[in-house]
C-alpha cells in the first residue's frame, strides 16, 4: 500500500515563496499521478496541481504562474514550489497518490487518474497579508 508525507508547511507573509515535499512510500503502478489538494475551512477541496507517469502537468486556475509542481524519481520525493503566495493561499495542503479505475472524473484534467490510492495527513500553508 502506497504511503505519502508531506513537510515543508509554515507561515509566509504575502509575495513570499514556500516548498512543500512528499515522501513517497515504493509502488509498483506503472501509470499513475501524484498530486497535492488544498482545503480551507468553509471551502470545498481544491485540485492544485498533478503530475503522471509521463511528466504531463495539470495546475488550477487559481495557481497558474506562481506555483510549480515536480518530482525528483531518484529520492521518489514529490515537491511544489509555491511562489507569489497571496492570503487566500491559506490551506491545509496534502499529498495525494492516485491511479486509474473506472470512468470516473478525473482530479487533475486533463490528466486521467480518478481513484486516490493514498492521502496524506497534511501540511498547514499559512499567508498573512
Known amino acids: 500500500q502506497v504511503q505519502v508525507t508531506e513537510s515543508g508547511g509554515g507561515s509566509v507573509q504575502s509575495g513570499g515563496s514556500l516548498r512543500l515535499s512528499c515522501a513517497v512510500s515504493?509502488?509498483?503502478?506503472?501509470?499513475?499521478?501524484m498530486g497535492w489538494f488544498r482545503q480551507a475551512p468553509g471551502k470545498e477541496r481544491e485540485g492544485v496541481a498533478g503530475?503522471?507517469?509521463?511528466?504531463?502537468?495539470s495546475y488550477a486556475d487559481s495557481v497558474k504562474g506562481r506555483f510549480t509542481i515536480s518530482h525528483d524519481n531518484d529520492k521518489n520525493t514529490l515537491y511544489l514550489q509555491m511562489d507569489s503566495l497571496k492570503p487566500e493561499d491559506t490551506a491545509m495542503y496534502h499529498c495525494?497518490?492516485?491511479?486509474?479505475?473506472?470512468?470516473?472524473?478525473?482530479?487533475?484534467?486533463?490528466?486521467?487518474?480518478?481513484?486516490?490510492?493514498?492521502w496524506g495527513q497534511g501540511t498547514q500553508v499559512t499567508v498573512s497579508s
Open positions: 503530475i503522471d507517469s509521463d511528466g504531463q502537468i
Open positions: 495525494a497518490f492516485l491511479t486509474t479505475y473506472g470512468s470516473g472524473d478525473a482530479y487533475f484534467p486533463p490528466l486521467g487518474c480518478n481513484a486516490l490510492n493514498a
Open positions: 515504493e509502488y509498483t503502478y506503472r501509470r499513475y499521478c
